[in-house]
């Protein structure tokens, strides 16, 4: 069974550009989870959907946005880019309704803005 | 302060060695424990799941938990040069399992 795919895997944008990746979840999984990772703060919790409804959002300004698609994957945005946004991010699938409530992570897409 | 604090390391043994890695929380609302691993340039793997108080074991590996002290250990026998990695804690509360609390990893060296 194929594992999370995380698209791009590496990315280069400016301060005030607009940046989306893409995530699709292992086959079946319904909850999609985003997370940002740095060396500094580690690995911070973004936003969580299932069936295409956020169901889940940490504590993160509303630059950050998401969503889901009817087939599962979702896509994260980020818009007016700062150099803080410079992470490796990372999605996460699981299948709570079928009682898999483990996170199973992709590669990440690592960002950086100059 | 941090929910979860892990120290950072970076933690250097000899090849064979016994690897302790712990965590301290302050929520007592966290309710299952994992460790994850973490390979440079990859995204962290699940190797050790728990809920209750107590010790569990998967092969080289004994995930160890008490709530009574809010800590967590990892322990690795007979460590691997390929156990080489980031080793990160994390925690589920009431608002579910998708939001897990990570510690900040101990980056672990083998030396063979």
């Known amino acids: 069974k194929a594992g999370v795919t995380q698209t791009p895997r590496y990315l280069i944008k400016t301060r005030g550009q607009q940046v989306t990746l893409s995530c699709s979840p292992i086959s079946g999984h319904r909850s999609v989870s985003w997370y940002q990772q740095t060396p500094g703060q580690g690995l911070q919790f973004l936003f969580e959907?299932?069936?295409?409804?956020?169901?889940n959002k940490g504590n993160f300004p509303g630059r950050f946005s998401g969503r889901q698609f009817s087939n599962s994957r979702s896509e994260m945005n980020v818009s007016t880019l700062e150099l803080g946004d410079s992470a490796l991010y990372l999605c996460?699938?699981?299948?709570?309704?079928?009682?898999?409530?483990?996170?199973?992570f992709g590669s990440g897409t690592q960002l950086s803005v100059l | 302060q941090k929910e979860v604090e892990q120290d950072p390391g970076p933690l250097s043994v000899p090849e064979g060695a016994i690897v302790s890695l712990n965590c301290t929380y302050s929520n007592s609302a966290f309710q299952y424990f994992m460790w994850y691993r973490q390979y440079s340039r990859k995204g962290p793997e699940l190797l050790m799941y728990t809920y209750s108080s107590g010790n569990k074991e998967d092969g080289r590996f004994t995930a160890q938990v008490d709530k009574s002290s809010k800590y967590i250990s990892l322990f690795i026998r007979d460590s691997q040069p390929s156990d080489s990695a980031t080793y990160l804690c994390a925690m589920i509360g009431i608002q579910g399992a998708q939001k897990l609390v990570f510690g900040q990893g101990t980056r672990l060296t083998i030396n063979p």
């Open positions: 959907y299932f069936s295409e409804t956020q169901r």
């Open positions: 996460a699938s699981s299948s709570p309704d079928r009682g898999e409530e483990k996170l199973f």
